[in-house]
């Protein structure tokens, strides 16, 4: 079992930046790629980004160019920078870690975009 504990939400006007950190714990031998979602009210959830273990990356359209996904592999932790934000990126920000075919995932951590 692979646990992931998010932080760094909160409340930011628009421009303003956010880091979230998702740090994983328990069984964390194998986990492969690591990844950011988010849920809004009235739309489904959304893949942000993901990281391999290798550190290959990738985003979805609308944070191109303002949000960066990283990773400590000897830590195990994800982070998702975001910057230039803006109001409909306001979700519950969740972590997602792949491992053995298996997905796990964090509570959550808020994050609003006042304008």
């Known amino acids: 079992q692979v646990q992931l504990m998010e932080s760094g939400g909160g409340l930011v006007q628009a421009g303003g930046s956010l880091r979230l950190s998702c740090a994983a714990s328990g069984r964390i031998d194998s986990v492969n790629a690591m990844a950011w979602y988010r849920h809004s009210l009235g739309k489904q959830r959304e893949l942000v980004a993901v990281?391999?273990?290798?550190?290959?990356?990738k985003y979805v359209d609308s944070v191109k160019g303002r949000f960066t996904i990283s990773r400590d592999n000897a830590e195990l932790t994800v982070y998702l920078q975001m910057t230039s934000l803006k109001p409909e990126d306001t979700a519950i920000y969740y972590c997602?870690?792949?491992?053995?075919?298996?997905?796990?995932w964090g509570k959550g951590t808020l994050v609003t975009v006042s304008s």
């Open positions: 997602n870690a792949e491992q053995l075919g298996m997905n796990y």
């Open positions: 990281i391999s273990s290798g550190g290959g990356t």
